[in-house]
Each structure stands twice: as C-alpha cells, then as structure tokens.
DNA sequence: CGTCTCATGTAAGGAGTTACATGATTTA
DNA sequence: TAAATCATGTAACTCCTTACATGAGACG
C-alpha cells in the first residue's frame, strides 16, 4: 500500500505523466522507492478513481497526447495523513541473513563468493547514494529544484536536509553491509582452510547435519 | 522462492512437524526468517509433490497423529545448489527512508514520534538478537543442539559461528538504524522549533509544496 | 536503417498478509 | 472452567515480478 504513497510523494513536487515517475523510479527516486511500469500505470489509474490524483490529457505535439498526473486536495490530505502515522515494521525476510546462518553448507569458494558479492553490491550503491548525496547538496537534480522552487531559503534548506538524512540511511545502511561481510570474510578465512564436512553427496550430507 | 530455503535449511537439523516449524519461525529462528502457519503448511505440502521433503503420518498419542516432514536426499542437494548459487539483491523499498526523505511533510511533533519509535523498535530487537547470541554461546537452543549433535567439535564450533555471525549482521543493522534515527532526532531540533509550511490545509500546502 | 526515447499498458503467476475455521488436550 | 497448547489448514486479497505487446518520432 505504500506504492501509492510513494506516488504522492513524488507527485508532490509537481505534475508528472507515468512515464515520467516510471524513469524517476528507475533511477534517482528509484533508490528510495523503486517500481517498475507495470506497477505505476495500474496504480495511477486505481488512484485517480479514488480520487487521489487527477488525470489531464494533455498534447505532446506530434507523438499525440499524454496523461499528466497531478494529486487532488484530497490526495494531498491522504499523503499527510501517512506521513503522520505510526509506520508497521514488516518482520525480517532477508536471503542474504538466512545463507550466513548455515554458512557450512556452502562450498568455501561460493561462501566467500557470497561475502564478497555482498561487498561489491553495496560499494557500488554507496557510490549511487554519494553521488544523490552531492546532486541535492549542489542543487543539481532536477525533481529536487522543482521542488524547491518558490519555497523561502530557510525551508529549501529544511527540505533538502530532509532528502540528504534519507540517503545518509541508505549509505548507512550499505556501509553495515560492508563491515559485516567484510568480518565474514574473515571468519570463512579461519575456517575455510579445512575442507567442509558437508561437501560430499547428499547422502552422506543428511548424516553429518542432522547427527 | 526463499521459504522453502528456509524449510530446508531449518529441517537440516532433523525431522519436525509443521507446527513445530511455525513455531520456531515465529521465534527464535523467526528472526533470520519469519512465515506464518497459512504459507507453512501448504508450502510443506508443495515441496512433498516436488520432492524435495518427504511427510510422514507418526503418533501423537491421545492427539492422534502428525505429519513430520524431514528433507529427502533431493531436498538436501537443492538446498546446498541455493547455497552455492550467486544472491539476487532486491531494489530498495522501505516505508521508513520514504518517510524521511519527506518528513517536511509531517508534523513537528509526528517526525519526531517517528524516530523514537523507530529507536525503540530497533533497540527492543537488539534485546532479542542478544539472547539468541547468547542462547547460541551457551548451547541453550534447541534446534541448535539438535544440529550439533554428533558433529565433530571443530566442526559444531563452525557450524555455532555461523549463527553467530547471522545475528551479528541483524544487530549491525539494528544498530544503524538507531544511529540514523537519532542523527534524525537532532536533524529534527534543528529544523523543527519554527513552525512548519505544511501544517496547513490542503489547500495551502498544495501551492507551498507545489511551488 | 537501426536503435533509443517517449508513452502506456496487459497477463500470468509468485509471494505474503489477514482473517477465519476446527477440535482435542493440557494447564492454571 | 477458562485459557493456552497442539495440530492443520482454507479463502480472499494485496503486492510485486517477469514477460510480453505496441507504435510513433528522434538520432546517428
């Protein structure tokens, strides 16, 4: 149910055609919320019948027209309304948490692959979110400009702090990732080196983990 | 896919009933995977038509009889396959970084409920994740002892390091999120005092978020 | 002449949530 | 005698993923 949410949100800084959200989405916005097209057309269309958003046809010179999405007071009031209430924490379900905890069933090879794998995927977002981080510190991105625009300095800067906090999470976040996968690299290290009991075929498998 | 790596990986440490599995997913091990008993007990059903757990009616004394599922020699193979195979990483889709990228959008008083609760949430896990370390130190968990049992003792020491490092991972992430919560908290003493432009009605808040 | 961008979806299926349903036995 | 534990599900629904579908204009 967020989705919607995260539509308004977006939909915040101004109106927008699905295309539009789609690419945002995909990149910049995407690292806060990501949804691919066969979410945001649907949902669009779900939330201009609940009265949250108001579609216009609009023309798009010679490709036709296009649909530009914009939130009703009502959609408005309703993203308020989340913004403000208490938010559920879904419990955990993460694979990479459920692999290290039976970590002997891996080959040493594909446990230290696993480890750093873990390390090359969260460097590179690091690097995604430095990168968000200097476009709203430099002013640079352009949802965030029309967003800003017309707003007094003093709440420009309150919004884009906002948006900074958001990514320092997510670059957290990764960064605890890092670390962690980084000292199971070191635990596989000490002990790797001996040959797994759980290496051979099933068979034998069964015996030695269930004793 | 991942529940029934869950299953597997749960029944490697022997044979257990669906309710003895919902129990544990719901506690201790519920922490490095949680599935409530209407995705358990048909999930078991499919992987017994696929092979890969075989069920067994036993005894249940006056309760008359329980089906007790244990891996087949199938299962165990396809386990350690997922345990070998490269992770997919899901793109990011969390309500609480959506929150705070757009916590201009909430009152004073609901960002800051926001962030205490978040602090309270993770610091009550931490809580949790400890005693499990400590259960998995001390030899006190059940299924554990069930797993090392006949194990060689190097290798039970392995196998208890691997649990180990699972709830590191959880009280890493935990504890980063208490930081940025709290990195929140004064974000928020900062900016908060003066009264916020979205406190209106819609109406207004459409022109002052809109631009 | 081919690929990229703009623009908008459908369709099928898997995964997870929430609520409901049932009944015996054991414990406080 | 009321509540908790043992034991096993179904049903409806939401949310998300993956694959497929289409067509015009812009760019190189």
Known sequence: MSLRYALLALLSAGPMTGYEISRRFQSSVGHVWHAPDSQIYPELRKMEIDGLVAGADVDAGPR????????????????????????????????????????????????????QDHIDHFAALVGQYDQQVFEIDERL????????????????????????????????RAEAEIAWAQRGLRLLERYSPAASVFTGQAGESVEAGAG
Chains 1, 2 share one sequence.
């Not at 080959?107 to 230290?112: D, K, L, Q, T, V």
């Not at 967003?147 to 003093?154: A, Q, T």
């Not at 709440?155 to 906090?165: C, E, G, L």
């Open 141 to 172: 991105n352009v949802v965030l400009l029309r967003r800003l625009n017309g707003l007094p300095e003093e709440m420009q800067h309150r919004v884009a702090a906002f948006k900074r906090f958001a990514y320092e999470g997510l670059i957290a």
């Open 64 to 115: 036709g027209t296009k649909r530009v999405y914009r939130p009703t007071d009502q959609g408005t009031e309703a993203f308020r309304e989340w913004m403000n209430a208490p938010l559920k924490y879904a419990l955990d379900r993460d694979p990479a948490i459920l692999r290290a905890a039976y970590l002997e069933w891996s080959s040493p090879e594909a446990a230290r692959r696993m480890m």
